[in-house]
């Protein structure tokens, strides 16, 4: 098995045009992504509009499946990558998205990976952003960068296929890296050092989410690995018996 | 004066649809092309439906000028590239889109170039394939090739623009870095971070050195920031006060 056979998940977060689902769903039908994620979408996805412009890919509009938040849609895969256009991201690095797309086809384990885009008006949060281990940018102009969404998912899918090409043509001889940890246990390995942290007294309720959103944007820069975050549970684990023991 | 500053014709022959051809304008006011051509369209450009999908790409469909055959519509052009979808193009040759974009910018004169896509249903006709001087293919599944007009168009801007700024790619990626923290205040914290994992018993001496060098691996991979190290100290100076302070 190639290494890109890895199922491919288009994730959109709160899809409210019935054109644009039915676009995207076509879209994946002409790019060969078989499953479509909703994160609570805003229309009815078997809407008529819908159905008639996914033209053959309207069996991936009835099939999707729904999900109530991205954590949720995105537990099961190995490698997520997320889409941004807006320029108020703050730290979060944007990375090209070839190289980012490549990384994503180099993944070697056999569970899925995802491509997460957001909403038409406004994207997706910081917050969402930083569950994925890449974040992407598409290169417009910057007097109008607003593209969208099935155009978004148009260019993206289409650098994908290439990039599939690619690594098909030259066989895969690259040596594997490592997949990083996933976005689920990054995610249940920070809720616990914040847990830590404001019963220390490190944090306050008022000020836990920008704090632990810098930890969020270091980890997600370093690619964080699997061992790396049970090592950093393990800390988390000792400092609490640390603090308890002496306490009893 | 840079080549790719060639003005940019994008050309459609025939459009039906009000939809794509209000996608279409968008699609040029994000991608900065100036002058869209419309070779006898079949429907009205400036329909309510197709100023509405263009947004701040009205103004394209109000001045876009027409013609009655595609030779009139690339009468000035210097440089012309086709876009074709269709599997039976004869002996016309296909070639990737990035190197026939890449020629379309290193136009030396000064005159315009041309994109020219076709009709939704059935594209550019061989004819006109050969006004071209290079026909472009995009690369979609086999088993479903057929791209929605507007997002053939987004996928070829898209890598157009990415040409025109792989020239200063470079310089971008540089501005973007910040300087990350010093070995020095990076070495401080991981001292710091080891004497009390020591203490608390998550390090045995013979240990803590191949424990320690993950955490650098990972601070190093993440290119950690001097505000970064100095929120890990915070962390570390309050896991020391909760563990004394219940000692005392």
Redesign the interface.
């Known amino acids: 098995m190639n290494s890109w056979a890895n199922p491919i998940k288009l994730v959109l977060v709160e899809p409210s045009g019935t054109?644009n689902l039915g676009?995207v769903a076509?879209?994946c039908?002409?790019?060969?992504i078989q499953e479509l994620r909703l994160v609570e979408p805003r229309c009815n996805p078997v809407d008529t509009e819908a159905i008639k412009m996914a033209?053959?890919?309207a069996k991936l509009l009835e099939t999707a499946s729904q999900f109530s938040c991205l954590i949720d849609a995105i537990a099961d895969c190995s490698r997520v990558i997320a889409t941004c256009g807006r320029i108020d991201h703050g730290e979060i690095?944007?990375h090209?998205s070839e190289d980012a797309l490549k990384w994503l086809l180099e993944s070697c384990s056999s569970s899925p990976v995802a491509l997460v885009f957001g909403r038409e008006d406004r994207g997706l949060t910081n917050q969402e952003l930083l569950l994925a281990q890449k974040v992407i940018t598409?290169?417009?102009?910057p007097?109008?960068?607003?593209?969208?969404l099935?155009?978004?998912v148009?260019?993206v899918l289409?650098e994908l296929?290439?990039c599939k090409?690619n690594v098909s043509k030259k066989g895969f001889e690259k040596a594997k890296k490592n997949d990083p940890a996933s976005p689920t246990q990054i995610n249940d390995c920070l809720i616990d050092a914040q847990n830590l942290?404001l019963?220390?007294?490190?944090l306050q309720k008022h000020t836990a989410e920008s704090?632990m959103n810098?930890?969020k944007g270091?980890?997600q820069?370093?690619?964080?690995r699997p061992?790396?975050v049970s090592?950093i549970r393990?800390?988390l684990r000792?400092?609490r018996?640390?603090?308890k023991s002496?306490?009893s």
């Open positions: 054109l676009s076509r879209l039908e002409n790019f060969g033209v053959r890919g690095p944007l090209q598409l290169q417009t102009q007097s109008y960068p607003s593209l969208n099935s155009h978004a148009a260019i289409h296929q290439r090409q942290l019963e220390i007294g490190f704090r810098k930890f270091l980890l820069r370093a690619q964080v061992e790396e090592l393990g800390v000792q400092m018996w640390a603090i002496c306490n």
